[in-house]
């Protein structure tokens, strides 16, 4: 499911307008991103949890020679499904009943075009 998709299908699970749905999503990720790039944890409740970590300097190996080498640190984004996405993900727990039928508040305000 690419973004555009997933903003159809909030705005229809919702019944809220497009635009609305692509404003909240958007502002979701944009907050998400700004915290963890401030180094802050986001932990989205039986969802997953957002955040980076700084990894030590360590002396590994070259796979082709196996010769030592020296890798540097460096910090790395992280993401972590949490239990309830896991059980949903995995089967242990069914998965939440989406309204496909309903369309979005925008589709259904338009009026019809006249036939000519």
Do not use: C, W, Y
């Amino acid at each position: 499911m690419k973004k555009n998709e997933l903003i159809n299908a909030v705005a229809i699970h919702s019944g809220v307008e497009r635009k609305v749905a692509k404003a909240v999503i958007e502002g979701t990720v944009d907050v998400i991103l700004a915290n963890v790039a401030k180094g802050e944890i986001v932990n989205i409740s039986g969802f997953a949890k957002f955040f980076k970590k700084k990894r030590p300097a360590r002396i590994g190996r070259n796979p082709a020679t196996g010769e030592q080498i020296q890798i540097k640190a460096k910090t790395v984004a992280k993401i972590t499904a949490l239990k309830g996405f896991k059980d949903v993900a995995l089967g242990a727990v069914a998965a939440p009943k989406l309204n496909t039928s309903m369309k979005p508040a925008a589709a259904a305000k338009k009026p019809a075009k006249k036939k000519r």
